[in-house]
C-alpha cells in the first residue's frame, strides 16, 4: 500500500497530461520524517531518474544541483511538495488531491 502511494505521488495526475518527459513524474520535497521513510535511494529524485535512468541513486543530487541551472527543469522541480508533509512552501501531493489542484 505504501509503495503505491508513493508511486501515486511521482506520477499522478501529471501522466495522463505529459506532452514531454520533463512532465511526466516529479521530486518530492518532504519532511524529514516522510523522507525517512519514503526517501531512500534517491527516491526523492524521481524526475531525475525518469529522465536519466542511467544515472546510478548515489549521484542523482549531485545531478539535480546541475540541473537546476536549466530554466525549464527548474521551474517544473520547483511546483512540488512532499507526499503527506512538504518540507518547502509547496503542498503536499495529498493536499492536491483533497482540493483537487494539479500543477
Known amino acids: 500500500m505504501i509503495t503505491w ?6 506520477h499522478y ?9 520533463i512532465e511526466i513524474s516529479r521530486n518530492r ?3 524529514f520524517m516522510e523522507h ?5 535511494h534517491g527516491e526523492n529524485y524521481h524526475l531525475i531518474h525518469h529522465l536519466f535512468p542511467a544515472i546510478p541513486f548515489w549521484k542523482l543530487k549531485k545531478a539535480h544541483h546541475i ?15 512532499g507526499i503527506f508533509i512538504s518540507s518547502n512552501k509547496n503542498p503536499s501531493m495529498w493536499q492536491q488531491l483533497w482540493r483537487r489542484e494539479y500543477v
Open 5 to 10: 502511494f508513493i508511486e501515486l505521488a511521482e
Open 13 to 21: 495526475p501529471m501522466i495522463a497530461y505529459a506532452k514531454s518527459n
Open 29 to 31: 520535497f518532504s519532511h
Open 36 to 40: 525517512f521513510f519514503t526517501g531512500m
Open 67 to 81: 540541473l537546476m541551472q536549466d530554466d525549464e527543469y527548474r521551474s517544473i522541480n520547483e511546483r512540488f511538495g
